[in-house]
């Protein structure tokens, strides 16, 4: 297993937003984490991206012990993030934000080819006219590319995605889709959290189910896509 | 008695003249209260920290150029004595400033003023109370003619210099990746660090960065004024009325504001002697009832 995390366990104050968390990602696979609104699906990718600090509990990556590291620190073992709305840099170019993605980035020993700028316009080809314009006027859904093309640029082996297609229309849903699945082929695992279940059990093999602060359901694609009634019980409001 | 048509020509440009060289008085030192002002400014727009010591180590720096240049010269002072209070400036903030940073405003105002204190005793117990000169190097004494008056060369300097390291800013954060990093790090530092950059390193290089600048408004600033230890609440204060005149962490706002600063401190004591302190602080007033943000900023 590239990524395992065990019994995790974050606070907000006196909230116990997460209960031992536990799950794992082997390498080059794509796995969901899916939920109902608050349940804390961001929570649990911030908790691994060390921006809020688990209390308690283990992450594992290729074998190092992440629990506890500044993100700084955890971007730089290999793993990438692309938040929740994006958080592109509004005040920097199209290019200031990719090159913000590999500034920091030291162990440049990722799975497949480096990412580099010529490879990142070859697979949005939008941002070559567009480099030098700032990314506040660009639209949504070439912010999501630009965020996840940014955190590309780490040369990551694994991607954690927050709600890539929230707010996109069907259209600019299905590039952003197709993307991330182009990805997974040059080795880069992905852990996608989405509300939008087609893309999620499109996209991957795995499937974790959150209930409150909790992981209530863990199997495959297809088991998931057999029992509906597990399905009303995480997923439908 | 009647005046001769070309002697009323002499009268009116004498006075243009007299008018000129206050302007250019006032914007030679709006100028220094910028470099004094802008590490102020621009390390509240990045770290959120108000930074009372930044008077005081603007203070220091001009002392530091009096005991440099005693021993060596100007230059010399011009080039150590900012870098020794950059040293001393990221010193504080990794020990002292960092540390109380979580526990919000109030306690870190209360610490950063209380260095300012410790600095001013220092000071004190050092070089004592007495005001102390610093001499223009050579080649930056005298005077240069501009029509019939004659304007000191080391304010001509003193505009020069400013301008090019306002210039230098300009490409620093423009073109280089500290830069880049800063401004992104401005607007979202939590993303900066998930890209794996140390933020917490940048802020201590960026706090040393802004003191640096101070340090360099203290020895530009010793030989126009004397130097003692009024000098940090004397600019300190016209500095933290730029700040916020500017709006918070705004430089563009903070070049504005010292200009306006300057100029309304030399044309206001020729024209009302009496009252020329209370307009700088009338006007940040009106400012602030206007536009709470200040004329430049977005925070209140
Ligand atoms: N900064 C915070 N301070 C306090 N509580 C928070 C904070 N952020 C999130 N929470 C709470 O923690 C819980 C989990 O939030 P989280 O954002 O992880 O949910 P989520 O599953 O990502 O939801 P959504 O699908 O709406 O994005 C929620 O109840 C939320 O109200
Ligand atoms: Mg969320």
Redesign the interface.
């Known amino acids: 297993m590239q990524l395992v995390v065990k019994d995790l366990n974050t606070f907000y104050g006196a909230i116990h937003a997460l209960q031992n968390i536990s799950l794992s990602i082997a390498e080059g696979e794509i796995v969901a984490l899916l939920g109902r609104n608050g349940m804390g699906k961001s929570t649990t990718l911030k908790s691994i991206?060390g921006?809020i600090k688990p209390r308690s509990g283990s992450i594992q990556f290729n074998g190092n012990e992440l629990a506890g590291l500044?993100?700084?620190k955890?971007?730089?073992a290999g793993i990438g993030?692309v938040?929740e709305d994006r958080?592109v840099?509004?005040?920097?170019t199209i290019e200031?934000n990719l090159?913000?993605?590999q500034?920091?980035?030291?162990n440049k020993n990722a799975a497949g080819p480096k990412w580099t700028l010529d490879r990142i316009y070859e697979h949005f080809p939008f941002m070559v006219k567009k480099h030098g314009l700032k990314a506040r006027f660009i639209s949504g859904g070439e912010q999501q590319m630009l965020s996840i093309a940014?955190?590309l640029m780490?040369n990551p082996s694994l991607l954690l995605i927050d709600e890539p297609s929230e707010g996109l229309s069907p259209i600019i849903v299905n590039e952003v889709r197709d993307i991330l699945a182009e990805i997974n082929k040059e080795g880069v695992s992905v852990l996608l959290v989405e509300h939008n279940y087609k893309v999620a059990v499109y996209l991957a093999k795995r499937i974790y189910l959150m209930g409150k602060a909790h992981i209530g359901y863990e199997n495959s694609v297809g088991h998931l896509e057999a029992h509906p009634e597990i399905r009303s019980q995480f997923l439908e409001v | 008695m009647k005046i001769p048509p070309s002697d009323r020509g002499t009268i009116m440009e004498g006075t243009a003249f007299i008018l000129l060289t206050q302007g250019i008085h006032g914007i030679s030192y709006g100028l220094v209260l910028f470099l004094a002002a802008s590490g102020l400014s621009m390390i509240f727009g990045l770290m959120d920290i108000l930074n009372l010591s930044h008077a005081y180590l603007f203070m220091l720096a001009a002392y530091f150029a009096f005991s440099i240049a005693q021993v060596t010269n100007f230059w010399v002072a011009l080039l150590l004595a900012p870098l020794a209070i950059a040293c001393i400036g990221m010193l504080l903030e990794r020990y002292l400033i960092k540390p109380v940073h979580p526990f919000g405003h109030t306690p870190e105002l209360v610490l950063t003023l209380g260095i300012g204190m410790v600095l001013l005793e220092v000071v004190k117990s050092i070089w004592g109370t007495t005001m102390l000169t610093v001499m223009p190097p050579e080649s930056l004494q005298g005077f240069i003619p501009i029509g019939y008056l004659k304007y000191p060369v080391y304010r001509i300097f003193i505009i020069v210099f400013t301008i090019i390291i306002l210039c230098g800013l300009h490409q620093l954060f423009r073109r280089t990746?500290f830069g880049?990093?800063v401004?992104?790090a401005?607007?979202?530092s939590?993303?900066?660090?998930?890209?794996?950059?140390?933020?917490?390193r940048i802020y201590t290089l960026f706090f040393g960065f802004g003191t640096w600048l101070a340090g360099l408004a203290g020895v530009v600033v010793a030989p126009l004024l004397s130097v003692h230890p009024g000098l940090a609440d004397q600019v300190g204060l016209d500095a933290f009325v730029v700040v916020v005149l500017g709006g918070l962490g705004s430089l563009w706002g903070a070049f504005v504001a010292s200009i306006l600063i300057g100029l309304l401190n030399t044309y206001g004591i020729q024209l009302i002697p009496t009252v020329a302190p209370l307009i700088t602080f009338s006007l940040m007033v009106l400012v602030l009832t206007v536009k709470p943000t200040g004329l430049f900023g977005d925070r209140q």
């Open positions: 991206m921006i500044p993100p700084h955890i971007a730089q993030y938040p958080q840099f509004g005040n920097l200031e090159m913000m993605g500034m920091g980035i030291k940014r955190a780490g | 990746r880049t990093i401004r992104a401005t607007v979202n939590d993303m900066v660090s998930a890209l794996g950059i140390n933020v917490p």
